[in-house]
């Protein structure tokens, strides 16, 4: 085991430890929002069920101001920022009696994870400039295995499933963020702080600040692209998809999802190791082609088992639960280092917050074209929605009962 741990510096150890322990606290509470809303606060479900939502609506906006305060004021300052605003949201869930402080927590816990998230690339980056690639692969084992642990803590204490055991499940998360803040205080300087001016002898574009800057790089513009579809076939699949075919179409309960998921993460934080030095010697776009044919073989695994019957389906599901696990760790030492390789250090900071939005962007923006383009390939009356609406009433007349 110590031979496959990356010999990393102190600084990007407190980093990590400092992500379990946030995890921890969001691994005891994610689970359970719509639920703790719904059945505890009395909160109806489309209200329950928009103020989750709104994790992700606040996430749009903190990303982008993650990177550019990680730019202007330092990574170890947004980072610290990012989980005050998280910690302070999940304190206003915990004592949330009304829809408006539902939707306060809520987007309160989305824009803080995701200021911190490219604040904490950032950080990593720098402490481990050498071996990016081995800092970001033990930081994605670090933050599954903090996520099972506090999803397991969560199962055993929601045993009850009261009121005030959600209530001590929220107030925890938010004393993880305490925690984590106050471990960031052990963190050199150096690493810390704002990064520099441009050199001057950087070509002018070059040394200008801000996301156009970004969005003017033709390698990293690329990197969009292929990140886009991994993350619309791959992980976004595997979050919104694949629960939904499971117990819709193979039938399996939640009991078995919820087996599959454990599996996938307890995968993630026993390959992760095993992962980085397999791909230590190799190229790190072989690996992103990995993990593409890794999960492209999960889904047929997953469409085996829709059809398989009750015997067979919840095995192969957990099954491709484990093997999707295995291309997550062969993605997530990658993308991160191949923009943290590219950025310019002025620009790290928006680099690291622009990479995942903008390849979604991209990826709805090809989405788009290729659904204009679908249109000269359909029946004129298959593309004309109230002409074939029309017509099947019409027939449904004439044919009578």
Do not use: K
């Not at 709805?364 to 679908?374: I, M, T, W």
Request: aromatic share 6%; with cysteine.
């Amino acid at each position: 085991m110590r031979g496959l741990v990356p010999r990393l510096g102190r600084g990007a150890w407190v980093v990590l430890a400092a992500d379990l322990l946030s995890a921890v606290g969001t691994g005891m509470t994610l689970p359970f929002l719509l639920v703790y809303l719904h059945t505890v606060r009395g909160l109806s479900l489309p209200v329950a069920g928009a103020a989750a939502a709104s994790i992700a609506a606040a996430s749009l906006a903190g990303n982008p101001l993650g990177g550019a305060g990680s730019d202007r004021i330092g990574p170890r300052a947004t980072l610290a920022a990012g989980l005050a605003v998280a910690g302070a949201g999940a304190l206003v869930l915990a004592g949330a009696h009304s829809p408006w402080q539902a939707f306060a927590g809520a987007a309160g816990s989305g824009l803080g994870v995701s200021v911190a998230w490219p604040a904490q690339d950032v950080l990593l980056s720098r402490l481990e400039a050498q071996d990016r690639s081995a800092v970001f692969g033990v930081r994605y084992a670090t933050m599954n295995l903090g996520l099972a642990v506090g999803a397991l803590a969560a199962a055993t204490i929601v045993a009850a499933a009261s009121g005030p055991v959600y209530v001590f499940l929220y107030s925890a998360d938010a004393a993880s963020y305490l925690l984590a803040i106050l471990l960031l205080a052990f963190i050199g300087p150096r690493a810390a702080g704002r990064p520099g001016p441009p050199a001057r002898s950087q070509p002018a574009e070059q040394q200008a600040r801000g996301y156009l800057t970004v969005l003017r790089d033709r390698p990293f513009r690329r990197l969009w692209l292929v990140t886009a579809l991994l993350a619309t076939a791959g992980l976004g699949a595997y979050t919104a998809a694949f629960p939904v075919y499971a117990t819709q179409v193979a039938g399996i309960g939640p009991a078995m999802l919820s087996l599959a998921y454990a599996a996938n993460m307890v995968t993630v934080a026993g390959v992760q190791l095993v992962a980085l030095r397999v791909l230590a010697r190799r190229r790190r776009t072989s690996a992103l082609a990995a993990a593409a044919a890794i999960w492209a073989f999960t889904w047929g695994v997953v469409m085996v088992a829709g059809h398989a019957g009750s015997a067979f389906a919840a095995p192969l599901l957990v099954m491709a639960a484990a093997v999707f696990a295995v291309g997550e760790t062969a993605l997530s030492p990658t993308v991160p280092a191949i923009v943290n390789d590219i950025a310019p250090e002025h620009l790290r900071g928006r680099y690291n917050a622009t990479a995942l939005l903008a390849g979604l962007i991209a990826a709805c923006c090809l989405a788009a074209v290729l659904a204009l383009r679908l249109a000269r390939w359909l029946p004129a009356g298959a593309n004309q929605a109230q002409a074939a609406g029309a017509a099947a009433e019409l027939a449904g007349m004439t044919e009578g009962p």
